[in-house]
C-alpha cells in the first residue's frame, strides 16, 4: 500500500479562558496546531497532530517528496518523518488492517493509561483553580511549572484547600534551584506535603554530582529527561528515579526497552491535543514502565479536536480498541480553526517580580529566559509573599519607560509598597 497524498492543515486553537490569562504571555504560539491527512492508494485516510513550535520532530518541508508513492510499510518507523506524520501512517495502517494503533506498537500490557493534568507557573489562586477544574474533568494528578519566583507554599497550599487529599502534585523546575544547595535546601520543606509526588529537574541535568547529591536527601521521587546526561551515566550514577521521555515511536521503543531492563519508571511527554492524547494512550499501552501519568497538556485548549472529546476515570483513559487510532477527528473544528499562519508572538510586556518587602523588580526577558536571569541575579528561592505576573503594555508613559529600563538583559529595581 502507497502513501497517495500528504496534507498539513494549520489550525488556531485558542487556549480554555483561564489558560491563556497565562499562556498568552509565555507560549501563545503553542496555539497552532498542525494536522497531518495522509490519504493512501485505496482511499483510507489516517491523521496525525504535530504543536510545530514545540514538538520533539517537526514535518520536515519536503514531506512530500519523501513520502507520496512509498509504500507505507517501509514509513512507519521513520520518527525524522515528524510527530503529525507518524500518527497519521499508524493510523492509516491501523485502519487498513482492521487493528488498533497499539497491536503495531507492540505487546499490551494495560488497558487503561494514567493522564496527568498540565498548567504553567501561575499564582496560587490561579493554580488552586485549575487543579479545581483538573479533578472535575477526572484528573487525579497535576504537573505544574514550580517556579522559585514564588511564594510555592502558599501556591501548594491553596491547591491543597481546593483538592481532595489523594490528588497529587508532580513539580518541574527546569533546573530554575541552580544548584545542589539550595535545591535540597529548599525541597526538604515540601516533604512535609503528602500531595507533592515527584520533582522534575530541579537543577541543570548536566550537574551530575549536584543531581546526585539531591537525590540522596530528598524523600521524593526525581525525574529527569531520557538522554540528558547521557542513559549509561544517569544509570551508573542512579541519579534519577525515572524519566520524561519525549521522542518517536522508534525512540520511545528504544527508550522504553532501557527503562525496563533498569527497572525505571517514565512518563511519556507527547504535546497535543486529544489526537497525540491517543496515540500516547496507544503507546502507554504497550511500555511496561509507562506507570507515571502522560503528560500531553490536552487541557490547555478550548477542543480536543475530536467528535467524541476523551473522558478520564480516576486519572485514567481506556485506549481504543478500534481500527487505527479508533478516534474520528471534528472536521467542523477543523474548518473552524484553521489559519494559513504559523506563529503567534505574545502582547508586549515585562515581568514584575514583587517581594513582601515592597521591593519590586521589572525583567524584560522573555518567560523562558527569566528560567536562567532570575537564578543568575542570585533572587530569592520561593520567598513568602513573593509572585511574579506579567504586566502588558496599557501605553501609559510608565509601562514605556519601565520597558525601555529593562532592554537589553537590565532589571529595574523600586519599592512599591511598604507593608504595616
Request: hydrophobic share 40%; proline share 6%; glycine share 8%.
Amino acid at each position: 500500500m502507497q502513501v497517495q497524498s500528504v496534507e498539513l492543515i494549520h489550525l488556531d486553537v485558542p487556549f480554555t479562558d483561564h489558560t491563556n490569562q497565562h499562556m498568552k504571555y509565555w507560549l501563545p504560539h503553542w496555539r497552532i496546531v498542525q494536522l497531518c491527512k495522509i490519504t493512501l492508494a485505496d482511499g483510507t485516510i489516517g491523521w496525525g497532530e504535530t504543536i510545530p513550535n514545540y514538538t520533539w520532530a517537526k514535518v520536515p518541508e519536503d514531506i512530500e517528496d519523501r513520502i507520496v508513492g512509498r509504500a507505507v510499510g517501509d514509513l512507519l518507523w521513520q520518527d525524522a518523518l515528524g510527530a503529525g506524520v507518524q500518527q497519521a501512517l499508524f493510523d492509516a495502517v491501523g485502519k487498513v488492517l482492521g487493528t488498533p494503533v497499539y497491536r503495531l506498537l507492540g505487546t499490551k500490557v494495560r488497558t487503561w493509561c494514567p493522564l496527568s493534568w498540565w498548567a504553567m507557573d501561575m499564582p496560587a489562586a490561579d493554580w488552586a483553580r485549575q487543579c479545581a477544574d483538573a479533578v472535575a474533568q477526572g484528573y487525579t494528578t497535576a504537573k505544574l511549572k514550580a517556579r522559585t519566583w514564588y511564594d510555592l507554599h502558599a501556591c501548594i497550599q491553596a491547591i491543597i484547600e481546593a483538592v481532595p487529599p489523594q490528588f497529587k502534585l508532580d513539580l518541574d523546575f527546569n533546573g530554575t534551584l541552580a544548584n545542589a544547595a539550595s535545591a535540597v535546601e529548599f525541597l526538604s520543606t515540601l516533604e512535609q506535603y503528602s500531595q507533592v509526588a515527584m520533582i522534575e529537574t530541579p537543577i541543570p541535568q548536566s550537574d551530575v554530582a549536584g543531581n546526585a547529591q539531591i537525590r540522596n536527601h530528598i524523600r521524593r521521587p526525581l525525574a529527569m529527561h531520557y538522554g540528558s546526561p547521557p542513559i549509561l551515566t544517569t544509570l551508573q550514577e542512579d541519579v534519577a528515579d525515572g524519566f520524561v521521555v519525549c521522542a518517536g515511536a522508534h525512540g520511545i521503543a528504544q527508550q522504553s526497552a532501557v527503562a525496563d531492563v533498569a527497572n525505571k519508571p517514565f512518563w511519556l511527554q507527547l504535546v497535543g491535543t486529544g489526537i497525540t492524547t491517543t496515540w500516547a494512550a496507544h503507546l502507554g499501552a504497550v511500555c511496561p514502565q509507562s506507570k507515571w501519568p502522560a503528560i500531553t497538556c490536552m487541557n490547555i485548549w478550548e477542543s480536543q479536536l475530536l467528535t467524541d472529546p476523551i473522558e478520564l476515570r480516576g486519572g485514567y483513559y481506556r485506549v481504543p480498541e478500534q481500527p487505527g487510532l479508533g478516534i474520528e477527528i471534528d472536521l467542523q473544528a477543523i474548518e473552524q480553526y484553521r489559519v494559513d499562519y504559523s506563529w503567534v508572538d505574545p502582547p508586549r510586556h515585562v515581568y514584575r517580580y514583587a517581594r513582601a518587602n515592597g521591593e519590586v523588580t521589572y525583567y524584560g526577558c522573555s518567560k523562558q529566559d527569566l528560567h536562567n536571569e532570575y537564578p543568575r541575579d542570585a533572587m530569592p528561592v520561593c520567598e513568602s509573599g513573593s509572585e511574579c505576573l506579567p504586566v502588558e503594555d496599557d501605553g501609559s508613559r510608565e509601562f514605556a519607560q519601565i520597558y525601555e529600563a529593562v532592554q537589553d538583559g537590565g532589571t529595574f529595581r523600586r519599592i512599591e509598597q511598604t507593608n504595616p
